[in-house]
C-alpha cells in the first residue's frame, strides 16, 4: 500500500498561531511518513510541553503527549520495549534544552534509534515569549522587558558533543529540503537531530521570516561532504561540523553537518549483551492474566547461558 500525506492527517483542529512555522514542520513530517511509507501503527510521535507538543495530536500514528521535558525518557521506553518501532520525538528548544537537556545528552551517549525534531524558536511561545535556550545574549523579543542576560545553547554543537551520530539542521518554510532531512534521519540507524529554525510569528519579532529568508542558504551548495567514511575520520569530521556550527549570524547554513554510519545504536548495544534481545524484547514477552511476565525456558536459557561461570 502507498500512503499519501492526507493519510497522516488526523481529524485535530491544528490552533497554532495562523503563520507559525510549526505548519511548514508538521506539513514535511507528513510528506515525509508518506515517502518512507511507514506503517501508522508501528510509528510513535511522542511530544513533552510547549507549542510543539501538540503535534501527536495533529498526525494519525500512535502518539504520547508527555510531560515537560520528558519525552525523551517516554521514548526510549517505547523504543527499547519494542525496537521494531519507528520512533519520533516532536519537542521545542525550551523543553528539550531547558529542562530535558540531561535527557538530551543522554540520548546521544546511548544512540537509540530515535530522531529528534527539534522546533527551534527562540522563544517559549506557549506560555507568552519568554527566552528559551537557543536565544542570544542581548537579544530582546518583544515579550521581554529587557535584553536576554543568558548566553545561548547551540543545539548543533550540543548534539555532536554528546554523541549524536545523524545532526542537521532544517528551516520551517522550506519545506521540500525539510522533508528529505526527515526521511534522512528516520532511516538513520542511531539518534538523530534534526534543529528547525521555526519562526513564532506571535511572539519574536526578531527570527521572522525575512531575517531567515536573507540568512539561510543550503550545505549542499558549498559541497559540504558530512559522511564519515571511515572510522578514523571522525574526529576530523566531527570537529569540521561543529566549527561549521558556529556560523550562525550573516549567514546561517542548513543541511546535514554529520552523519556517521559506524557507532553500533543502543539497540545492538543490548543485543550484543543478550542474543535474544531483538528477538523477545520486553514487549514480546508472554504475560498472565495477574500481568506478571511468564518466563519462556528457552529463551531464559539463551539470556543466561552467556552469564553463567562454570565451577568445579
Ligand atoms: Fe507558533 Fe509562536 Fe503561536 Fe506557538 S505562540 S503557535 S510557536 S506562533
Redesign the pocket.
Known sequence: MVRKPSDYQSDVWID??P????FGIVAALYRALAELDLQPEKTVIVSGIG?SGKTPHFVKVNGVHTLHGRAIPFATGIKLANPELTVIINGGDGDLLGIGAGHFVALGRRNIDITIILHN?T?Y??TKGQASPTLKRGLRPKALPKPNIQDAVNPIGLALASGYTFVARGYSMMTDHLKELLKKAIQHKGSALVDVL?P?????NIHTVEYYKKRVYKLEEIGWNPIVEKIDEREEKLLRAWTKSLEHDDKIPIGVFYEDPHTPSFEDRIRDRLPSYLERPPARQIIDKEGRTIIDNEIFEKIFSTHIVETE
Open positions: 497554532w498561531c503563520g507559525c512555522g510549526d507549542c524558536n522563544v511561545g506557549l521555526q513564532c510569528v506571535t511572539y519574536d
